[in-house]
């Protein structure tokens, strides 16, 4: 096999908990992932000469070893001694620095590629361990589905699958900056989400119960700089959305639903506002990488 092609998820969390600041600078976070079927395609292609070369649909993302796509190559390239190079082209559909974790999802779908391409059998765990120095969201990535991330978000725990929904996405025109999220956030002051209470409703496959239980302690942060945020989530509440949370450090909001029709009349009420940048109508997202 010379060249493969593989869909790279983003994920929302269903909830966000932070539960302590650590001395290396890092959080602690308590949070429950999800795939959703919105995807960037990869094609990486073995090459003869040494090296790594990206080429990408959006003209200002980074195709040198900024990349977190470059950043995996060369990490798997040095952990497996090879000696040959690879060349990736990547079409990116996941909006980017939207707390979707798309950067995270191309490395994962290339060291999930890599390992097939040269035929080096590593395991999940052993692709986790190399995934984990390029970034803390990228274990998941490599395992997707429904999971509960611990630590700094590396440590995973596999869940019942997610109740199969609509689910509406939507994203302001605005830009957020991870780090000013964390470190603006007063950990004396939010109200924790009782993760627990949501996989115990997971368990019993109960979609309204793990809507209910839906929480993100950094909106606190994002939601009083940028309120466009939180009118994004009210006008998916209005319109029939069992509940409306913002993803990661935002600014991305997503909506469960359980109707798709319900689900499309909030997607226009949310075009009509012109509330968000862009706004993407998809699905829970509970299969392999395909
Ligand atoms: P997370 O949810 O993990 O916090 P995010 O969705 O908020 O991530 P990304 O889309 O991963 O953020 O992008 C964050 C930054 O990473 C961008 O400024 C971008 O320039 C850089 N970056 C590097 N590689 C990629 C990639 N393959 N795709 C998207 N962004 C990338």
């Not at 997707?144 to 596999?158: C, N, P, S, V, Y």
């Amino acid at each position: 096999m010379e060249q493969i092609r593989v869909k790279a998820y983003a994920k929302v969390n269903l909830s966000l908990d932070v539960l302590k600041r650590r001395a290396d600078g890092y959080h602690d976070v308590r949070m429950i992932m999800q795939t959703i079927d919105l995807y960037d395609d990869l094609a990486v292609q073995k090459t003869k000469e040494q090296g790594i070369s990206i080429t990408a649909n959006l003209k200002f993302l980074p195709v040198d070893e900024n990349n977190l796509i470059y950043k995996a190559a060369k990490l798997f390239l040095d952990t497996c001694g090879i000696s040959e190079g690879i060349a990736v082209d990547l079409k990116k559909h996941i909006p980017v620095a939207a707390g979707m974790a798309g950067g995270s999802t191309d490395a994962a779908a290339v060291l999930y590629s890599m390992n097939e391409l040269f035929q080096t059998e590593l395991s999940l765990s052993q692709l986790m361990e190399i995934g984990v120095k390029i970034g803390a969201d990228v274990p998941y990535c490599l395992m997707q589905g429904t999971a509960l991330a611990e630590g700094i978000g590396e440590k995973l725990t596999k869940l019942p699958s997610m109740v199969k929904c609509p689910v509406l996405a939507a994203k302001p025109g605005i830009h957020v900056s991870t780090a000013f999220v964390y470190g603006n956030l007063n950990l004396e002051q939010v109200v924790h989400p009782d993760i627990d209470a949501q996989i115990a409703a997971m368990e019993k496959q109960d979609l309204k119960a793990v809507a209910g239980h839906m929480g993100n302690v950094l909106e606190s942060v994002t939601i009083s700089k940028y309120p466009v945020v939180e009118k994004i989530k009210r006008c998916m509440k209005e319109n029939g959305a069992l509940n409306a949370l913002m993803s990661g450090s935002g600014p991305t909001v997503f909506g469960l639903f359980e109707e798709e029709k319900t689900a499309k009349a909030a997607y226009q009420a949310l075009c009509d506002q012109g509330l968000a940048k862009w706004v993407y109508l998809t699905n829970i997202y509970n299969g392999s990488r395909r």
